[in-house]
Each structure stands twice: as C-alpha cells, then as structure tokens.
C-alpha cells in the first residue's frame, strides 16, 4: 500500500492534479490496489472450497476482515489454478491498461486499472525476490524464465506501466 501512496503521490505531483475532480483516480486506485484478492476469494468458494486455505480466507471474510485476505495468500505456490495470477492475465490486464487510459474519460477507471496493474507486478517482484524465479506466474505457459529473463520481464512490465502512467 505504501508503494501506491508513493506512486500516485508524485503522480499527483508530476501531472498536477490539484483538481478535485482527481479523488476520483485515487478512489479508482484503492480499489484498484485491491483488485487482485478476488482471486483469492474465487479460489475459496468456486475452484477449491474444501481446501483449508479456502477455510482460513471464508473465515476472514466471514468475520469481516477482508484486507487481511492477502496476508494469508502469501505464497502463491499453495494454490492452484488462480486465475490473476498468472502472466497471462497480467500482459491482457496490461492491453486493457493501456486501452483504458488512452481511450477512457473516466478518471476512476484509470486509477482501478493503473493499481490494479501495479498490484500485480509489485506480487511478482515480492516473489522474484523471495523464491528467485516467477514459475507459478508462468506455469500455464509451461515456461521457465532464467533469472536474467525474469529481470527483463519484470522490467519491461514496470516500464510499461510507468508509461501508462506517465501518457494520463
């Protein structure tokens, strides 16, 4: 979270947007940044509901602590067939991104689709830099990225996204 604050603050900044009419990207952005854990709940009530990590995430829900949904799901290799988490979705997500800000008036939009975005990439850099490789990320291409393949990835995926960004 505090990596949105910092991105969309010297966006703020950058792009001078002093209006009030831009408390709409960062509404857009916090739900946006928040976007990803649907899975996390499609996983527990629609792809493995019996399994006790989907008993742990019906419970958070249940008691009503829905952002913590994402301290649970720390290490996506306990789950199976997530459906954002993969790069699949995160190059169409990217596509999507970049139709949304270059053709869309909404500002609230803009904001889900740019945190939505970052979210992502920020979950594979936090897992690059834990287990070293991004392989569940990749599973349902049957793809192993070396290291260095990963790090031009995740590059050219940050890059990308900062100019998005950067186009608004």
């Known amino acids: 979270m505090l990596v949105l604050i910092i991105i969309f603050g010297l966006a703020t900044v950058l792009k001078r947007?002093?209006?009030?009419?831009?408390?709409?990207?960062?509404?857009?952005?916090?739900?946006?940044?928040?976007?990803?854990?649907i899975d996390y709940i499609l996983y527990a009530f629609v792809i493995r509901p019996q399994n006790s990590l989907s008993l742990e995430i019906k419970s958070l829900?249940?008691?009503?602590?829905?952002?913590?949904?994402?301290d649970v799901a720390k290490d996506l290799t306990q789950f199976e067939k997530l459906i954002?988490?993969?790069?699949?979705?995160?190059?169409?997500?990217?596509?999507?991104?970049?139709?949304?800000?270059?053709s869309s008036g909404s500002l609230f939009g803009k904001g889900l689709v740019y945190a939505a975005s970052l979210k992502l990439l920020l979950e594979?850099?936090?897992?690059?830099?834990?287990?070293k490789n991004?392989?569940?990320?990749?599973?349902?291409?049957n793809l192993e990225l070396s290291s260095d393949q990963t790090k031009a990835y995740l590059l050219s995926v940050g890059f990308a996204l900062l100019l998005f960004i950067l186009m608004f």
């Open 17 to 37: 947007w002093y209006n009030l009419n831009y408390v709409l990207v960062w509404l857009g952005a916090l739900l946006g940044f928040y976007l990803p854990n």
């Open 61 to 70: 829900i249940k008691n009503k602590k829905f952002l913590k949904i994402g």
């Open 84 to 102: 954002f988490h993969t790069a699949y979705f995160q190059v169409i997500f990217l596509v999507l991104t970049f139709f949304v800000v270059s």
């Open 124 to 131: 594979q850099i936090w897992e690059f830099r834990k287990n």
């Open 134 to 141: 991004l392989s569940y990320w990749f599973s349902e291409m």
